[in-house]
């Protein structure tokens, strides 16, 4: 493989604090060398002048739905939807057709994501057998095999005895449990926001309080057993302070919330928008408010997209049969930097600390999330004042209130492995 010289880019590592004009030199499948006016003979050389270069982006959270149900997204749709919005890892859930709850299912996903180039696979094993709640999975197991967490997400685990082991258990393998946190007593036959919107709809509302007493429980639990916990989709203010109020007692937890819960609020569903419905649900304004600031104060810890694709039947249809969820993976980055950077809310350096070296910690993806030399090649070059309007997406999925919506900022370039498979805005392979 020949050398490629990525030249005058504004290079960024969230993780040192380190922006700069300066090139960056790719070896085989590594960061050969960062610095200015790099010489390599042979070496392919892109201008990317003016544009952004950064780790390769990570997206923690990631329904792919194959095995089973690959009418939704496959492991290679998927992936080719990661690479379109600028992703070079990409860690998916287990609540696939058939679920991700033993070690032959982790093989499955890795020799399928092995197949073509592209983004890093790195699966979630399901915390109980086939998310019943009522066993425990393969979890020693499904370690051995490398899953880089335990989740029933797209459940709670309702048992708290269960929650309580799993933590136990997981802690021998040193993986973070994620929890879906959700108390179903209260959501049951729930749509979206519990409030005025909810009641002037007539629809059944989903409480935040369901959110924080999963929280306050999880992070008890954590607290009891020593384990590593991380909260999934996290979309309100009592939810963020629940959090904060257990870092501060030295619990080891971290917390991450979706584009949605600081783009927009419960009003987009508006006239039974299906395309606006997911869980937790869309919430009020000044939950919104609150996810910003704690992006902001560095209260959350990671952005992830809740990437959720379903096929036009599943949402097409009456408000409280609809499926929940929406893509994200090919929305996040503008999500990000229209929402995010460009009001001035949050600097780049930080913005993009939420889907680089922050979620390669947690989850200990052992050279990536930086970028320094040595650090596997994984490089996403942005630009940040491209204006994008989305009409279509890669991903088998099209249900996202953000289609047609005008953003700004795209992947332009991505490299993984040293491999590019992203080239001035379009796929090079699949
Ligand atoms: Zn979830």
């Known amino acids: 493989m020949r050398d490629t010289i990525l030249r005058g880019g504004i290079v960024l590592d969230p993780e040192s604090g380190f922006q700069d004009t300066a090139d960056v030199l790719i070896r085989g499948n590594e960061i050969e ?24 982006l990570i997206d923690m959270h990631v329904h792919l739905r194959e095995p089973g149900q690959e009418d939704k997204e496959t492991i290679e749709t998927g992936r080719l939807s990661a690479v379109k919005g600028g992703f070079t890892s990409i860690v998916c859930k287990a609540n696939t057709g058939q679920i991700i709850d033993r070690p032959e299912m982790v093989d499955f996903i890795h020799f399928r994501a092995e197949e073509t180039p592209g983004p890093n696979v790195f699966p979630v094993g399901a915390v109980t057998k086939s998310l019943k709640g009522r066993w425990l999975a393969m979890i020693g197991e499904m370690a051995r095999a490398g899953v880089v967490a335990l989740s029933d997400d797209g459940s709670s685990v309702y048992d708290t005895e269960m929650m309580r082991e799993a933590l136990l258990y997981a802690k021998r393998f040193n993986l973070p449990v994620i929890s879906h946190t959700e108390d179903t007593t209260l959501t049951e036959g729930g749509s979206i926001n519990a409030g005025f919107i909810s009641f002037r709809m007539g629809l059944e509302g ?51 919330t979706a584009p949605h819960y600081f783009a927009l609020n419960e009003e987009a569903v508006g006239d039974f928008e299906t395309n606006a419905k997911m869980k937790p649900p869309l919430r009020s304004e000044d939950d919104r408010q609150a996810v910003v600031k704690a992006l902001k104060e560095g209260d959350i810890d990671i952005i992830s997209s809740d990437h959720a694709p379903h096929t036009i039947p599943d949402k097409d249809t009456v408000f409280e049969l609809a499926s929940f969820g929406i893509v994200g993976l090919e929305t996040t980055l503008s999500l990000i930097i229209t929402y995010l950077i460009e009001p001035g809310t949050i600097s780049p350096l930080k913005a993009f600390s939420y889907i680089t070296y922050k979620p390669a910690n947690r989850l200990g993806l052992d050279k990536k999330g930086r970028l320094r030399e040595g650090f596997d090649a994984d490089i996403t070059v942005i630009d940040m004042n491209r204006e994008v309007i989305f009409d279509t997406f890669v991903s088998k999925g099209q249900n996202s209130p953000f289609r047609g919506k005008r ?24």
Do not use: M, W
Not at 42 to 55: F, Q, S
Not at 211 to 220: A, G, K, N
Not at 410 to 424: M, P, S
């Open 33 to 56: 060398e960062i610095g200015r006016d790099i010489r390599a003979r042979g070496a392919e050389e892109i201008e990317v002048d003016g544009l952004y270069v950064l780790p390769g």
């Open 206 to 256: 989903i409480p935040a309080e369901s959110e924080r007493i999963h929280i306050t429980r999880d992070c008890l639990l954590a607290r009891d057993t020593g384990a590593k916990l991380h909260i999934a989709h996290c979309s309100t203010r009592k939810g963020i302070e629940e959090v904060k109020k257990a870092k501060r007692n030295g619990i080891d937890v971290t917390v991450e």
């Open 407 to 430: 953003l700004n900022g795209r992947a332009e370039y991505v490299f993984v492995g040293g491999k590019i498979v992203l080239k001035r805005g379009e796929l090079v392979y699949g």
